[in-house]
């Protein structure tokens, strides 16, 4: 059964901070791990991660893959109020053809200002 | 982009009803699409794979008789939540697959059953 864990849960930072969240895995059969921001009800695509080693930036946003360890992070600089938000991080389902994510619980970023 | 429409966005209903929530891609087709349920402070738990013709696969431990999935046109994914009950309240979300295979969600819908 694969399996995605975030860390941490929440987190409470001020503004202008820098955060990193964490992302880990298991999965039969990897082909690739996204990030999704959720403010209020749908989630909005961060980013796709395919390789190791590859920082995927966007912004102020940033992502890397580690697929020997298993884990991907998830950088946020000098974050603002804006970027409160649940961040989920979810990896393809094992199955051939169309499967679906599987999601972790997300990690539940509040920004102070 | 690509926009993912979802409707309702909320609704209550009585115990025993049965409540369809509509989710349309506007302006691809989706021959795949997906529901998600998803519990307060909780993650998005897939329910359902929805195809374009075929009938829906189901998750394990997801009741088809109970959520009924009709994906009749390219366009178009409706799961209907039958007979509800206060447990079955939630919120539920879909996405669909673009032709370049990336993924689009709703905005949810969230249903509340009393």
């Known amino acids: 059964e694969d399996k995605v864990v975030q860390s941490p849960l929440s987190l409470v930072v001020h503004e202008g901070d820098t955060v990193t969240l964490n992302c880990s895995y298991e999965?039969?059969?990897?082909?690739?791990l996204l990030w999704y921001k959720q403010e209020k009800k749908a989630p909005t695509f961060l980013f796709m991660l395919?390789?190791?080693?590859i920082e995927k930036k966007s912004g102020r946003l940033s992502s890397i893959l580690d697929k020997k360890e298993l884990f991907s992070i998830l950088n946020i600089t000098a974050t603002q109020t804006g970027d409160s938000a649940v961040y989920l991080c979810a990896v393809p389902s094992s199955g051939g053809g169309a499967d679906g994510l599987t999601f972790g619980k997300g990690t539940h970023l509040i920004i102070q200002p | 982009g690509a926009v993912v429409s979802q409707h309702p966005s909320w609704v209550i209903c009585k115990s025993g009803t049965s409540v369809k929530i509509e989710c349309r891609s506007l302006?691809?087709?989706?021959?795949?699409m997906f529901w998600y349920r998803q519990f307060p402070k909780q993650s998005l738990m897939l329910m359902a794979t929805s195809n374009e013709g075929s009938k829906a696969t189901y998750e394990q431990g997801v009741e088809k008789d109970k959520f009924l999935i009709n994906h009749a046109s390219l366009t178009l994914s409706t799961l209907t939540v039958t007979s509800a009950h206060p447990e079955d309240s939630s919120f539920y979300i879909c996405s669909a697959r673009s032709e370049g295979g990336k993924l689009f969600f709703g905005s949810g819908t969230q249903l509340s059953v009393l």
């Open positions: 395919t390789s190791s080693g």
């Open positions: 999965v039969t059969n990897f082909r690739s």
């Open positions: 302006d691809f087709q989706a021959t795949t």
